[in-house]
């Protein structure tokens, strides 16, 4: 990931900063997120699911709050602090961002309750069907909002440093879980899409996520009731030195 240009003025976008702009992460996070809101959506729609006992053992509810958890914090930590700091005086585009911030809260606040609807045996399943079709609609409509405003906006106002610190915020977020992340994050991606996100990692790195990390993954079925306390494979912590490097724009 990384992204430019310094001062509060907003201005167009020049073509060396969007040569310098990699939002290959971005765009793989909001299709892997998107991948599995397909999921859930099948899973509690479906007529022989028992959604409670799906979302309350599988992997896959757990993986999902995992990774929406690290990307969310990473951009509350260091990427609307970003913008906002280079926006200042301009009041359209800081809306822009409270509106990002409020839908994160909103976010989190659906899947909190519906944790809370799971452990709560009295929550009727219509109750918690309604819950998580608000989950759905939600994310989806933040994710778009989110690339129909807020990229666009990285590319114009961003300094490289300031998107390189993101970039590392958010590999420092998905550091502890990498084992079972960055194999989540590369489930139906490109070739173009893996490779980026696989290059910039140690040898040791790529080695373990293409020997270990993958194939537990691929083998976990993480959707399947009772995988949610299946051990993931590799040791945790292994993407603490992730290092960002300058790539071409992939959308």
Do not use: N
């Not at 509690?44 to 979302?55: E, G, I, Q, S």
């Not at 989190?108 to 452990?119: C, P």
């Not at 759905?136 to 409509?141: E, F, I, K, P, V």
């Amino acid at each position: 990931m990384i992204i430019f240009m310094t001062g509060t003025r907003v201005v167009g976008m020049q073509s060396d900063r969007r040569d310098a702009i990699d939002l290959t992460v971005m765009w793989a996070m909001h299709d892997a997120l998107r991948r599995e809101l397909a999921h859930l959506d099948r899973i509690t729609t479906a007529a022989d699911r028992d959604t409670r006992r799906v979302l309350a053992t599988a992997a896959g509810w757990r993986m999902f709050k995992q990774a929406l958890h690290a990307h969310h914090s990473a951009e509350d930590d260091a990427l609307w602090p970003a913008l906002r700091r280079s926006l200042a005086g301009h009041p359209p585009e800081l809306a822009l961002l409270e509106a990002l911030e409020a839908e994160h809260a909103a976010i989190r606040s659906v899947i909190e309750a519906i944790d809370a609807a799971l452990a709560d045996p009295q929550v009727a399943p219509a109750q918690l069907g309604d819950l998580t079709d608000a989950l759905t609609t939600g994310l989806a409509g933040h994710l778009t909002h989110e690339e129909g405003g807020a990229l666009p906006l990285i590319q114009r106002v961003l300094t490289a440093e300031q998107w390189v610190r993101f970039g590392h915020v958010h590999a420092q977020h998905i550091a502890r879980d990498a084992p079972v992340l960055l194999p989540w994050l590369l489930d139906g991606a490109d070739e173009e899409t893996v490779a980026k996100l696989l290059g910039p990692l140690p040898a040791a790195t790529r080695a373990a996520c293409t020997d270990e990390w993958l194939p537990a993954y691929i083998a976990l079925d993480r959707w399947s009731p009772g995988t949610a306390g299946r051990p993931s494979a590799g040791p945790a912590g292994a993407l603490t030195h992730l290092r960002v490097r300058k790539r071409d724009a992939r959308r």
